[in-house]
């Protein structure tokens, strides 16, 4: 991947992109599948488990997200006809010679992709345990397939995905209502697809990597309740519409089925398998810094909360190592993932991973380099992947200003800060760089 544009006057801003470079090619679905999947006569492994084709007369492919369009490039690549029918919706679909391709949006549901979803739907409807269905989970897939439940409205599911991305709620809370509001999130896909078998080929963009949440679990036991879906609204004061409220409140008055949970017996023939998550660009990211002659520390892969406040974290961070020498030498590159979560005040223009790194910029160390990437390439409504910034790049003042008003893209723009990738065809979660060179 040659596409990464961001401006690098120094060793240490080239290290920070190589990094992040090698860490989005390493989680591509092509590369993820083409190293997991292999086929071998009528045996098909995915990672650690094998399946004999014989036992089924149809294969069928279904699911989407951000890297469904290279996951299904991928099983096609390893399956050829051997795929009897298939469709995996994606914000920005290419063409496929067994699996269809179909547009869905991104992070706010849309009517295209209602459509599409009914496609996938007619799939997976009338299925017998003679099929095999492939189920491609990737990241973004809560919007990018949606199948609004009875008496809820489009345009209600757009409303209440807006409140729920402006309020702050980190992914758990945001799923557990979007799971009540769909017949596929939350097990829909595998109580729809039974009693076939399904196989679950996941990119994780969630901490932890928890397969209920990942997408909003179409293929896994739900483990939350129409209760837990009720009180994120009420705990984050959601403008909800009403239809959306009257729902949640059947649902937990029992009036309205649950969503499939664990020990129900759908999920019997049904197997789940993380082919890739943060970690994994994260380690790729190791290698390369240790390659430019870093020594080189994962922080964790599981950082989340507010991005300006875990970035006075990644500061601190930086400050101990220079300082002491803890948690690492210089120089040293320091690497985390996870996924930050912004809290909107403000009507600018801005991401995460961009308020991640204007609050960082300024109270950086010298000789100190912070990037902060989306894996999709897009962070938060922009169309940049994130930023890569130094101590130089924005001041304290500016930096304050454009954080009050939630509005880091112009700032950062101006620093020449910003770096862009286009959409990656992958998603991860968020990816961080802390190059930390040692002072003389």
Do not use: W
């Not at 790049?393 to 500016?398: I, L, N, P």
């Amino acid at each position: 991947m040659d596409d990464f544009d961001a401006h690098t006057p120094t060793p240490a801003h080239e290290t920070a992109i190589d990094c992040l470079r090698a860490g989005v090619e390493a989680v591509l679905p092509e590369r993820v599948v083409r190293e997991s999947l292999s086929l071998d006569g009528d045996v098909l492994t995915v990672a650690d488990a094998t399946y004999d084709l014989s036992a089924y007369d149809r294969i069928v492919v279904v699911g989407g997200g951000k890297a469904g369009d290279g996951v299904a490039d991928a099983l096609e690549a390893v399956l050829g006809d051997r795929i009897d029918a298939g469709a995996v919706v994606t914000p920005n679909p290419g063409t496929g010679t067994r699996i269809e391709r179909l547009p869905g949006d991104h992070p706010v549901p849309s009517a295209r992709g209602v459509e599409s979803t009914r496609r996938l739907v007619e799939l997976v409807s009338d299925l017998d345990e003679r099929t095999l269905v492939l189920a491609a989970i990737t990241g973004g897939a809560s919007a990018i397939l949606p199948a609004p439940a009875d008496g809820i409205s489009l345009q209600d599911l757009r409303q209440t995905t807006d409140e729920l991305l402006e309020s702050g709620a980190e992914i758990h809370d945001l799923n557990a209502v979007r799971k009540h509001l769909s017949t596929l999130k939350g097990g829909g896909l595998a109580r729809l697809a039974s009693p076939a078998t399904v196989v679950g080929l996941v990119l994780s963009d969630v901490v932890g990597n928890d397969l209920d949440v990942i997408a909003s679990g179409p293929t896994a036991p739900d483990e939350t309740y129409y209760d837990d879906a009720l009180d994120v609204v009420d705990r984050f004061g959601l403008d909800v519409p009403k239809s959306v409220r009257t729902r949640l409140a059947r649902g937990s008055a029992g009036d309205v089925p649950e969503t499939p949970k664990p020990g129900d017996p759908i999920f019997e023939r049904v197997d789940n398998h993380v082919l890739a998550d943060t970690f994994t660009a994260l380690d790729a990211a190791r290698d390369v810094a240790t390659e430019r002659g870093y020594d080189s520390l994962v922080l964790s892969s599981r950082v989340r909360g507010e991005a300006r406040e875990a970035a006075k974290t990644h500061v601190a961070v930086a400050e101990e190592a220079l300082a002491t020498g803890n948690p690492i030498e210089p120089p040293a590159v320091i690497l985390s993932g996870g996924e930050c979560t912004v809290t909107v005040r403000g009507d600018g223009s801005g991401g995460p991973n961009l308020e991640f790194c204007l609050a960082a910029g300024p109270e950086l160390p010298d000789g100190v380099v912070l990037a902060s990437i989306d894996s999709d390439g897009l962070d938060g409504g922009t169309d940049v992947a994130g930023a890569l910034v130094d101590s130089s790049s924005v001041t304290q003042r500016d930096a304050h200003t454009a954080l009050a008003a939630n509005d880091a893209l112009p700032v950062l723009t101006d620093a020449d800060a910003l770096v862009e990738t286009g959409p990656t065809g992958t998603n991860v979660n968020d990816i961080r760089v802390l190059v930390v060179d040692a002072v003389e």
